[in-house]
């Protein structure tokens, strides 16, 4: 099918009215119909082309405003992507990605913790019970830590937090730090009932690699298990 011109009348209008001027023997009548003719279809002409200007405008509006809807929900998913439903701390695989970045340009220790017998929790109280004392418990590690470190879900009931540039000792200290903020005061969905977490620190030099760094810090949280429970346990190991 033929593609639609739009102009085609203001076209065969133009041409009219120059034949029209290259004539040498028309009367002033011709002169002044083609006039008109050439007037009318440019005030059509005008028309049409604010016609089109405010429909291309509305439609740069509309794609802006779609543009900006697009970017909103590629935001959305990305965070939906990286952070853990329940907590909104980073997931597994997004704290295992910043724990590797951070290892390439800096000195990190790493925590692992683990709520103890977290098990008995759900049991006892339901599953609401048990995500009400995990969320309660993000949010007081949060309020312990300082600038810089990052929190993320890394199972059921176990977390990972990294302290960039913080060496052994201050990381043992804030893992004591968080540890009794958990021990000290009860968590309301639980009705009172105690509920602590073990610790496992370490500490690993720029370049370590992220298996290595983790592997560390949860050889101490299984010693703090091992141990009673409701402790810190950091070490370094012969390789340090």
Same mark, same amino acid.
């Given at each position: 099918?033929? !593609?639609?011109?739009? +102009?085609?009348? !203001?076209?065969?209008?133009?041409?009219?009215?120059? /034949?029209?001027?290259?004539?040498?023997? @028309?009367?002033? %009548?011709?002169? /002044?119909?083609?006039? %008109?003719?050439?007037?009318?279809?440019?005030?059509?002409?005008?028309?049409?082309? $604010?016609?089109?200007?405010?429909?291309?405008? /509305?439609?740069?509006?509309?794609?802006?405003?779609?543009? &900006?809807?697009?970017?909103?929900?590629?935001?959305? =998913?990305?965070?939906?992507?990286?952070?853990?439903?329940?907590?909104?701390?980073?997931?597994? &695989?997004?704290?295992?990605?910043?724990? &590797?970045?951070? @290892?390439?340009?800096?000195?990190?220790?790493?925590?692992?913790?683990?709520?103890?017998?977290?098990? #008995?929790?759900?049991? !006892?109280?339901?599953?609401?019970?048990?995500?009400?004392?995990?969320?309660? =418990?993000? #949010?007081?590690?949060?309020?312990?830590?300082?600038?810089?470190?990052?929190?993320? /879900? *890394?199972? %059921?009931?176990? +977390?990972?937090?990294?302290?960039?540039?913080?060496?052994?000792?201050?990381?043992?200290?804030?893992?004591?730090?968080?540890?009794?903020?958990?021990?000290?005061?009860? +968590?309301?969905? *639980?009705?009172? $009932?105690?509920?602590?977490?073990? +610790? %496992?620190?370490?500490?690993?030099?720029?370049?370590?690699?992220?298996?290595?760094?983790?592997?560390?810090?949860?050889?101490?949280?299984?010693?703090?298990? $091992?141990?009673?429970?409701?402790?810190? *346990?950091?070490? =370094?190991?012969?390789?340090?």
């Amino acid at each position: 099918m033929a !593609e639609h011109d739009l +102009f085609r009348e !203001e076209s065969e209008a133009l041409a009219e009215a120059n /034949r029209i001027v290259a004539s040498s023997d @028309l009367q002033s %009548g011709a002169y /002044r119909d083609a006039l %008109g003719r050439l007037t009318d279809h440019y005030q059509r002409l005008i028309r049409e082309t $604010r016609r089109l200007i405010v429909h291309s405008d /509305r439609q740069e509006r509309e794609l802006t405003k779609l543009n &900006g809807q697009l970017k909103t929900l590629a935001a959305q =998913l990305d965070y939906k992507a990286r952070h853990d439903a329940l907590t909104g701390v980073l997931n597994r &695989g997004a704290i295992i990605e910043r724990i &590797g970045e951070m @290892l390439k340009t800096h000195d990190v220790s790493v925590i692992v913790l683990d709520i103890d017998h977290f098990k #008995r929790i759900n049991d !006892e109280f339901g599953h609401p019970a048990g995500d009400a004392v995990i969320v309660e =418990l993000v #949010r007081r590690v949060q309020a312990g830590l300082g600038d810089g470190a990052e929190v993320g /879900r *890394v199972g %059921g009931e176990e +977390f990972t937090i990294v302290l960039p540039d913080a060496d052994l000792a201050q990381a043992a200290a804030t893992a004591e730090i968080l540890r009794a903020s958990l021990a000290d005061r009860h +968590f309301a969905a *639980v009705a009172g $009932r105690p509920v602590t977490a073990s +610790f %496992g620190v370490s500490w690993n030099a720029r370049g370590t690699s992220f298996d290595a760094a983790y592997a560390r810090a949860d050889q101490m949280l299984y010693e703090a298990k $091992r141990n009673g429970r409701d402790r810190v *346990v950091w070490k =370094l190991t012969p390789a340090d």
